[in-house]
Nanobody, 119 residues
Framework: QVQLVESGGGLVQPGGSLRLSCAAS????????MGWYRQAPGNERELVAN???????TYADSVKGRFTISRDNAKNTVYLQMNFLKPEDTAVYYC?????????????WGRGTQVTVSS
């Protein structure tokens, strides 16, 4: 069981920045995939970004060039730096991990952190 705790959400104006953090209960160096998802009211949960074994990253088209996912193995923490935020980025952001890339049915979620982009 991997526990994930998100932090860093809040209210920000359009064009602003936030950095989300996801602290894991064990070494993230052993977790193949670490990712961020988001869910806006009335929408399905969608992938925002993920980091695969710390070597490759993927991003949703809607956030490319604005968001950056990174890992700090020493702190067992994954970050999502969000720049040039837009109102449509408003959602609950969830941290996710798939410890074993060859067994994707086993995955863990954090409880989420609210991000609101509004003037």
């Amino acid at each position: 069981q991997v526990q994930l705790v998100e932090s860093g959400g809040g209210l920000v104006q359009p064009g602003g920045s936030l950095r989300l953090s996801c602290a894991a209960s064990e070494s993230i160096a052993r977790l193949n995939i670490m990712g961020w998802y988001r869910q806006a009211p009335g929408n399905e949960r969608e992938l925002v970004a993920n980091s695969i074994s710390g070597r490759s990253t993927t991003y949703a088209d809607s956030v490319k060039g604005r968001f950056t996912i990174s890992r700090d193995n020493a702190k067992n923490t994954v970050y999502l730096q969000m720049n040039f935020l837009k109102p449509e980025d408003t959602a609950v952001y969830y941290c996710n991990t798939i410890p074993d890339i060859y067994n994707p049915s086993i995955q863990f979620w954090g409880r989420g952190t609210q991000v609101t982009v509004s003037s």
